[in-house]
């Protein structure tokens, strides 16, 4: 009976010396060594480099795909060919737009948050986000300039302010009928009295205010010189 090769030793070569077919397992491990390199390469191109006005920004396909009609999107997103954007010798793309503005841009992208800094202007991240045609941040930009255009229009708030003479019997009355936005500030006892009858009336300086509209014609009414006078008058007393 004919004994096969030795166990553990390698099968002798065949005709004409040349090698015998790997065995199986070698086969296998052979398989996997070369299959070992395809993550790297799968986690390399999910990355993209971006060269905008000479800084660098790295960001994944992912993000830069958010708005699919944006600039960015189509730059190195979408199948078929690409925009015509050049690369520079580390394969970043070229962008010719100031990178000061960018952070805004691909922060917007990441989290969707407009988040700008105060050294920042707004018009300029309106600029840049209707060159890379991304619609939803260009609308809240819109948005976020036109409330401030609004605050700055309407300015501090104002106040009319009047001063009413009473007696002590009629305050309560005087300060429940109020209306008209009209509200109590100060009740200034000008130290005087009179007698009516027989009972003597405390006189009193109330200082009522209501806040002015800046379309009211424009006009702000201030306290009057006497008023002044009266209120620290009152205020010392």
């Known amino acids: 009976m004919a004994e096969g090769p030795p166990r553990g030793r ?120 209707e060159f890379y045609n991304i619609a939803s941040l260009v609308r809240l930009v819109k948005e976020r300039i036109r409330d401030n255009e609004n605050r700055t229009s309407q300015g501090p708030v104002k106040h009319v302010y009047r001063v009413l003479q009473c007696q002590e019997e009629e305050l309560t009355q005087m300060v429940s009928t109020m209306s008209d936005g009209w509200k109590f500030e100060q009740l200034i006892s000008i130290g005087s009295s009179y007698n009516y009858g027989n009972e003597d009336q405390a006189e009193f300086l109330c200082v009522v205010s209501r806040e002015l509209n800046n379309s009211t014609n424009g006009i702000v009414k201030e306290p009057s010189e006497k008023a002044k006078i009266l209120q620290e008058r009152g205020s010392r007393m």
């Open 10 to 129: 390698t099968p002798s070569p065949g005709p004409g010396g040349a090698p015998g077919p790997p065995s199986p397992r070698a086969a296998g491990a052979a398989a996997g060594s070369a299959g070992a390199l395809s993550p790297p390469a799968a986690a390399a191109s999910k990355w993209v480099r971006l060269n905008v006005g000479g800084t660098y920004f790295v960001s994944t396909r992912q993000t830069l795909c958010r708005e699919p009609k944006s600039f960015l999107c189509r730059l190195c997103c979408q199948d078929g060919p690409e925009l015509g954007s050049d690369k520079d010798e580390t394969g970043a793309y070229l962008i010719d737009r100031d990178p000061t503005y960018f952070g805004p841009i691909l922060n917007y992208l990441r989290h969707g948050k407009l988040i700008i800094n105060k050294e920042l202007a707004e018009e300029g991240v309106l600029e840049e986000a």
